[in-house]
Nanobody, 123 residues
Framework: VQLQASGGGLVQAWGSLTLSCAASGSIFSANHMGWYRQAPGKQRELVAGISTGGSTNYADSVKGRFTISRDNAKKTVYLQMNSVKPEDTAVYYC??????????????????WGQGTLVTVSS
């Protein structure tokens, strides 16, 4: 599956932003999906995942602020980011084809990545 992420930009602290990731080339509805982020000097980390059935999981740092959703008809996964903080500044990547185990999304070496979209939160 090919992924195209969009929606990043500059946002003030406590503002909102919605990221989108459009998929093509595969059966989107058959893929679990995830959003990851990588801040400068840090490892890439899972932000949120969504299963084919719509179950979700979130990193503790974003619970209650971010919402992941998917629209299978549009082959798109979204990340609604509310009450953003400067520490949310990172390049955000969408990922497809991971595993859903005990309520958590796990990427795999065979999964697909979008190109990344930069989110910068100003204080």
């Amino acid at each position: 599956v090919q992924l195209q992420a969009s929606g990043g930009g500059l946002v003030q602290a406590w503002g909102s932003l919605t990221l989108s990731c459009a998929a093509s080339g595969s059966i989107f509805s058959a893929n679990h999906m995830g959003w990851y982020r990588q801040a400068p000097g840090k490892q890439r980390e899972l932000v949120a995942g969504i299963s084919t059935g719509g179950s979700t999981n979130y990193a503790d740092s974003v619970k209650g602020r971010f919402t992941i959703s998917r629209d299978n008809a549009k082959k798109t996964v979204y990340l609604q980011m509310n009450s953003v903080k400067p520490e949310d500044t990172a390049v955000y990547y969408c990922n497809a084809g991971g595993l859903w185990i005990r309520g958590t999304y796990y990427k795999t070496p065979l999964g697909s990545w979008g190109q990344g979209t930069l989110v910068t939160v100003s204080s």
